[in-house]
């Protein structure tokens, strides 16, 4: 099987993350890459982000430093602990058909102010360097989007 050859930084933003009976989880309010508020200011109660970090079982991490910048302000940093899990990756790169293991967080940020539009970004630093993650676009509406029938008038 082919081996992906490279690290990967993904992320879902929603609203709420919620564990669950049993160790699940519930996202609440997931963005599709754009956050619309309806002006600037905008106080936001919370805002999740569930990272995932991707790596070759052939390239364990030496150093894993979870952020997340509002444009290029750090608004939280999570240090990943590698040697408390070094092992354990081993052991689970041995017997991954996959070629790869993932690595997963949660980022909550509350409460969340955001002065004018901006962008959420997530990265990934590591020993090798640092990996540009997902994003998510915060805007205000489009004149268009205030100008649009709800689907309630439509139907109408």
Request: proline fraction near 6%; aromatic fraction near 6%.
């Amino acid at each position: 099987m082919e081996q992906l050859n490279q690290r990967v930084v993904l992320a879902l933003f929603c609203d709420d993350i919620r564990q669950e009976i049993g160790n699940k989880f519930s996202f609440v309010g997931c963005y599709q890459g754009v956050m619309v508020v309806q002006q600037f200011p905008a106080q936001l109660p919370k805002l999740c982000a569930h990272v995932i970090v991707l790596t070759p079982t052939s390239m364990p991490f030496e150093q894993l430093v979870l952020r997340a910048k509002l444009n290029e302000d750090i608004v939280a940093e999570l240090e990943m602990p590698t040697s408390n899990w070094l092992d354990n990756f081993n052991e689970k790169a041995a017997s991954t058909e996959l070629g790869r293991l993932s690595i997963q967080a949660m980022i909550v940020l509350s409460p969340v102010i955001v002065t004018e539009p901006c962008k959420l970004r997530i990265e990934a630093e590591t020993e090798a360097g640092i990996i540009q993650g997902s994003y998510l676009t915060i805007r205000a509406p489009l004149p268009e989007e205030l100008q649009a029938p709800s689907i309630v008038d439509k139907a109408k």
